[in-house]
Structures are given as structure tokens and as C-alpha cells.
């Protein structure tokens, strides 16, 4: 069977691999702690829950408009300064967002520029718009903004940013996004700003947005997500805030490639808005609690950098890799023999690191590093 050049290029997700790998050592009646998952702990919020369950009773099961529920966009809209709903876009999660942008912005051969290590998606989702990936590394996880515009070329499209970080937890400071601002602004290039983990910041750090620098608007497209804030994974329900014309582009190629989101979910999206606000901080001292405690465990074992965010850690495990194999070969490794499943940093575009979800309950938390320890 001949499929296309494009789509032979592209690697499978290396997170959902592991997932399905999983399920399958599951399904043989094997114990896993997956310390791979990408999801919050956290049950969908009742109250978000009987919404989609009322909507669908009174039959909101048909068609709705391709950009999303009006009311639902106005309600986001609200998140960004002198934006409506006509700057907002649903999609169905961060992923399509992120697929479609790409679509939208590149011409074959186009550049975008990527920190390393990067959410696995990026680079692929690049190369399915005819794109070109540039990577250019982090320094201990932070941004080194020179780097960046080092690899500025005249085939470079857009720079994309992803604060708090996956797989790392980096947050990065307010004063490194004014750079990248500028940086974008001085070559008048796009600049994407992925916030999928917005919620979870520790630390009593602020999470700062791209969008709070009034100057880049007209080249920033933000996406952010209900499935990670909300503990709304299955929902499928992610968006963009970007100027209206980016939007109007979006919404063509939207309206042939899904049409409208699932508009029973939208109904129980616009009621996860309404969510008490302590509720959502009680998730987030949850999560840096267990940040704590994984950073701990883990800086006993590997050179581990601390995060500020997220539910990762990215730790360095090439003094555990002897006789020259490889962090995937690692993760294999512990996966087999101690039944504790995390996702090799080669999926990041970086060998030598794992990526470890601390995103599990406290008893699958200690027992997941006592078994990695054992391994070890």
C-alpha cells in the first residue's frame, strides 16, 4: 500500500505509545504504576458533568456553529483585554488547535522555531503543514533567548512558546516572554503561546501570558485548554485567542475538516467556567504537594531540576545508563522489570531523560519510586 510522503514522516505520538502499551501489560493482568499519564488525578467536576447531562435532555445533539457556542466564546473571550467572542475559536482540544494553526500560518519549507525538549506533538504537526521544525535547546529548562534569534532565518515563520512546560514543568519568567516578544516583533514573525497548563503554577509564581504584552497581539495566537485545568481530558475541548482574520482563517478550515465541536461538551465547558475557585486551588496545592514529594525522590536518584509547574519532572538519568544504551532503552527497562511505567526523553527530542507524571495519587506516587529505586 503507497501512502503519502507526508504522512510517512511522521513519528507516532511516543506518549500515546506508552499509554497503549500499558493497557495491553494491563490487559495480560500485569501491575503497572504508570507514572506516564498526561491527565490530572482529579474527577470532571460534578457540576460540569449534570450540565452535559442536561443538555443532552433537552436535545443538544445537533449541529452548532463551527467556531463555537456564542455564549461559551464570549465567556473566554473575557480572559483577554479588548477581546470578543469574534477573537475566540473552539476546537477540539489544544491538539487540534495546534494542528490547525500550523495549517493556517506555513508554506512548505517554512521554519518554526521549537525549544528543546518540546511536547511531542509539535514537530510533527509542523511537518504535516509541509513545514520545517528548528529546535533550538534550553538552558536547564529555560529559554535562552539568543539562541532563538540565532536561528532566525529568512524561511522562519513563527517561534513557539509552551509555559508552564511539557515535559519539563519550566514556567518561564515574565522577562524572558518580553524578549521573545520582541524578537518576534523585530522579524514580524507569529508568535504561538501554548497554555495548556495555565492552572498549575507553584511557588506563588504568577503564570504569565504571552497576551499580557500589549505590543505582539497582532502576531500572538494563544491556545489554551479545558482538559487539564478541569480535569475535562475526554471532553475534547480546547481554544484559540488571536486576532479576528487569524480566527476567520481558522474557522475555513475548521468548518471542512470537523465542523462544530461537540456541542453537548460545550454546554458542560461553559458550566466548568463557573467553578468555585477554591475548588481549583485546593487541585493546585494538591499537585505542588506531590511536585514536592516526586522532586524529592527523584533528586536522591537523578539529576532532577525542580519544576514550577505542570505535573512533570524531566529528569537527567545518563549516569544510569550504562554500556551505552538509551533513555528509551531505560524506560523499557524499568517498565519490564519493576512494572513502573515513564515516557523516554527521545520523545521530547532529548535522549539521556525521562519524563516522570507526579499526576497520580500519593500511595502510586511512593510506591512508583520505591519500585524505581529497587531497579535501580
Known sequence: MKLSDRINQIEPSGTVRFTQLIQQMRGQGKDVIDLAVGEPPYDTPRSVIEATQQALAAGKTKYSPVTGLPELKSRLANQFDGYDANNIIISNGSKQCLFAMFQVICNPTDEVIIPRPFWVSFPEQVKLAGGCPVFVDTCNHQ????????????????????????PTGAVYPAEDLVR??????????????????????????????????????????????????????????????????????????????????????????????????????????????????AYRQAAELFDCQKPQGAFYLFPDVRRHLENGISSAE???????????????????????????????????????????????
Not at 481530558?233 to 480566527?247: H, K, L, M, S
Not at 460545550?266 to 505542588?288: C, F, I, P, T, V
Request: overall charge neutral; proline content about 2%.
Open 180 to 293: 521573545i516578544a520582541e524578537i518576534a516583533l523585530e522579524q514580524n514573525l507569529y508568535l504561538i503561546s501554548d497554555e495548556a497548563y495555565r492552572l498549575f503554577v507553584y511557588d506563588k509564581l504568577k503564570s504569565a501570558s504571552l497576551f499580557d504584552i500589549e505590543d505582539i497581539r497582532h502576531l500572538l495566537i494563544v491556545t489554551r485548554s479545558f482538559s487539564k485545568n478541569f480535569g475535562m481530558t475526554g471532553f475534547r475541548i480546547g481554544y484559540i485567542a488571536a486576532p479576528q482574520e487569524f480566527i476567520r482563517a481558522l474557522a475555513g478550515l475548521q468548518s471542512h475538516m470537523t465542523g462544530n465541536v461537540c456541542t453537548f461538551a460545550q454546554y458542560g465547558s461553559l458550566k466548568a467556567l463557573d467553578m468555585n475557585h477554591h475548588e481549583l486551588e485546593d487541585w493546585r496545592a494538591d499537585m505542588a504537594s506531590k511536585r514536592d514529594y
Open 143 to 166: 529559554l535562552d533567548c539568543e539562541k532563538i534569534k540565532q536561528a532566525i532565518t529568512p524561511k522562519t515563520r513563527a517561534i513557539l512558546i509552551n509555559s508552564p512546560n511539557n
Open 330 to 376: 531505560f524506560a523499557g527497562r524499568l517498565l519490564e522489570t519493576a512494572g513502573v511505567a515513564v515516557v523516554p526523553g527521545e520523545a521530547f527530542g532529548m535522549d539521556g531523560h525521562i519524563r516522570i507524571s507526579y499526576a497520580v495519587s500519593k500511595d502510586k506516587l511512593a510506591s512508583g519510586f520505591d519500585k524505581i529505586r529497587e531497579a535501580l
